[in-house]
């Protein structure tokens, strides 16, 4: 079984490879390659995770080389779990994705350009989790960093350049500070591999130790949008097309949340920054939600509750308890799941009425039933309506934080109060707006929407319009409606035009669906996905069986 962990890696790289040298000939089995991948992968990840389960951590040292020269993959129990939960919503992502690109006629680019970076960010994402070495976790984090620049600029457009170069800007940094913890580290223990480290961290000095966890929790910071380190999240991730931003707000933030939880458990148990990060994550609840009531875009309304609901995770790692780390990885799993699929949501939205302006929305609940359907029930698990995994997640949080007694512990617990109730809010305020209201004058149409009032619209009459026909009616920039201040415009994936029609495509509207379903099952799953995360906890702060699994002692 330990021949399996790093096929989640190798499967997508060897695709790509396959990929790019077809070239966008053969699209239909293009297509099933990257679906067939994926869900390759989605099986291998579910395996890992019931053999880490039963047998306890798995690990392989690539080449047959031992620690501290060679590279050692891990699968433990959270590793499995993140693998499994990733691997099931970028498999969707990808479907939807499918379904967008046919759906505009843009025969080249999603094949030749973004499906091969969507695999390689697949196989940084997977190298991440399953990382037992810092040096590995930054070679993961710099291929999602390389995948994920392609992903954000696809198109070429200003809006998605001027967004792609100040996330590219903030991940440079986030990348050189993460060398530099990497180098004092090795330069104080004499590896990088997490198992050694366990060990000889405990012999350096008090001093040196926190610094070493401070930089590393900045790296980690940035990459999950802990405030004040979020600042970049609400002005990258809305431009670009919804696919793209459901899988970067769903998957790439969590990444740093997984290695807080790794770092921090594994080799700073009893960390000294625990105050520290129970500050970072009340600031972040608190101000991403304020955030989120301001905004009436539905993208960055969902862009700030994503920087948000990143303090609950933070919260549990904080507190360093059994039950706020299973808390905090049941909500990990939970906020992936979820925040994908209301991504997903607002690209339908966007492809149905050609914005996701909410001021210039409305009765999307008589008109598309189905729409408002998917959009409810993620939207009140996001809230934390009981009984949905939302609610299991702050639930166990929030009793970590009143078994702990202290005072930031009860500070945070009314924090998380708080910030639910305003999610609660943000989420009724957009079903108001966006559904339930009657449709604001002149916002009925199909057509092709332009992304800046300075494109020219295509004059060809090709009637590449996804169904609306011919006689259309564009809606949204270039159509002469006046464009609200603050609003965001993206763009199918060519970046020019998105391709507005009434009727949806299925394999989006499937895919969404299909989202929400894994979101239900969760709930449906509870009690033995908290069991099995009260599980992975215990093995977390035992530290033990990774060490023993790696070191083989």
Known sequence: MNALVPLPVLLPLCVTGLKLAIGPRLQRFQRFITLAVLGAVLVLSVLLMVAADRHGPLSVH???????????????????????????????????????????????????????????????????????????????????????????????????????????????????????????????????????????????????????????????????????????????????PAPVTAVFAGLLTKVGVYSMLRTQTLLFPGHRLGDLLMLAALASMVIGILGAVAQTDLKRVLSFTLISHIGYMVFGIALAGRGSIAGAIVYVAHHITVQTTLFLVAGLIERRDGTTELTRLGGLAKTAPLLAVLFFVPAMNLAGIPPFSGFIGKLGLMRAGVDNGGGWAWALVAGSAATSLLTLYVMAKVWNLAFWRDAPPGSEGEGRVLESAEDEPDDDGDGRDGGAGGDTAATGAGSGLPEPAGAVVSAGFLGQSITTTKRLPWPMVAATGAAVALGLLYTVLGGPLTTFTEAAATELLARTPYIEAVLGR
């Open 62 to 240: 690539l080449g047959d080389f031992a620690p501290p020269v060679g590279i050692t993959l891990v699968a433990d129990r959270l590793a499995g779990l993140m693998l499994t939960v990733s691997s099931a919503v970028t498999l969707l992502v990808n479907l939807y994705s499918l379904g967008q690109g046919m759906a505009d006629r843009d025969d080249q680019t999603p094949v030749g350009v973004f499906h091969p970076a969507y695999l390689i960010l697949v196989a940084g994402v997977s190298c991440t989790f399953l990382s037992g070495d810092l040096v590995n976790l930054y070679v993961g984090f710099e291929i999602m960093l390389v995948a994920s620049f392609v992903l954000l600029t696809i198109g070429g457009t200003a809006t998605r350049i001027r967004a792609g170069s100040t996330y590219v800007i903030i991940s440079l940094f986030s990348s050189v500070l993460f060398l530099a913890a990497i180098a004092m580290t090795y330069s104080v223990a004499g590896t990088v591999n997490f198992a050694q480290l366990a060990g000889r961290l405990q012999e350096v000095p008090v001093g040196v130790r926190t610094l070493l966890e401070a930089m590393l929790l900045t790296v980690f910071a940035i990459k999950a949008a802990v405030f004040p380190l979020a600042a970049w999240l609400p002005d990258s991730y809305p431009t670009a």
